[in-house]
């Protein structure tokens, strides 16, 4: 029988930069196969490159400030604040803001088996 691994707690100064995108600050907690654990923090007025997720599912909890996505199949932007949950779907093109005057802080669980971040150098229509 296989010893199952230990719990182990990641303390915020253990946190890992990881999957740079211009303008915000993503930070790894626990990465497993087909399973990516972490935080984004955006600045006020901040903007991020535009970017998606390959074939990975994203889902952020916003724990304060405000955080605007732009993204495809979306006429605007959309904004979440704390306590909203937000489901990004695999290979859908975005970027994220903060209009608002403190930083914002979401904590991310990505699922699936693709490049966590790939970063382009186009928005999608409507948003270009």
Not at 111 to 125: L, Q, Y
Request: aromatic share 6%; proline share 8%; with cysteine.
């Amino acid at each position: 029988m296989e010893h199952p691994e230990p719990v182990r707690v990641v303390r915020e100064a253990e946190l890992l930069e990881a999957d740079p995108t211009s303008g915000m600050l993503r930070r790894r907690a626990f990465e497993a196969p087909g399973l990516w654990a972490g935080q984004v923090v955006t600045e006020p007025g901040a903007i991020s490159g535009w970017h998606h997720h390959d074939s990975n599912v994203s889902m952020l909890y916003v724990v304060r400030g405000v955080l605007r996505l732009e993204c495809e199949g979306v006429e605007g932007w959309v904004d979440a604040v704390a306590g909203d949950y937000v489901r990004v779907p695999a290979f859908t093109v975005h970027r994220e803001s903060n209009p608002g005057r403190e930083p914002s802080l979401a904590v991310i669980a990505r699922a699936g088996v693709g490049i966590s971040t790939v970063n382009v150098s186009h928005a999608p229509p409507r948003h270009a």
